[in-house]
């Protein structure tokens, strides 16, 4: 497993944009599927993202697809996720998690979370 640290959530107006950032120490980052969650209280965690060991290819989930934009920075260990076109529903807390599984969507499949960071879109 792997230590994450999410940041950068905050809030904001619906159409607004975001970026957000997680951050992994360890050297072994480029070994890990990289994915981002979101949480809405009381639900399971909600798959958005996934990005491959190298970067070259991404996988959304439908309902972010087009507005959400995952990247990573395996010299920094950092995982990005853009949003744009911010609406109200996407008001959450997100989460990035390390996996081994390449296209997985599914919480088990990630060994490794941050401790998330909330992002509130008002309307």
């Known amino acids: 497993q792997v230590q994450l640290a999410e940041s950068g959530g905050r809030l904001v107006q619906a159409g607004d944009s975001l970026r957000l950032l997680c951050e992994c120490p360890?050297?072994?980052?480029?070994?890990?599927?990289m994915g981002w969650f979101r949480q809405y209280p009381g639900e399971e965690r909600e798959f958005l993202a996934g990005i491959d060991r190298d970067g070259g290819t991404t996988y959304y989930a439908d309902s972010v697809k087009g507005r959400f934009s995952i990247s990573r920075d395996n010299a920094k260990g950092n995982t990005f996720l853009q949003m744009d076109e911010l609406k109200p529903e996407d008001t959450a807390v997100y989460y990035c998690?390390?996996?081994?599984?390449?296209?997985?969507?599914?919480?088990?499949?990630?060994?490794?979370w941050g401790q998330g960071t909330q992002v509130t879109v008002s309307s």
């Open positions: 998690g390390a996996s081994f599984f390449m296209w997985s969507r599914r919480f088990h499949d990630f060994v490794s």
């Open positions: 360890s050297k072994l980052f480029d070994d890990y599927v």
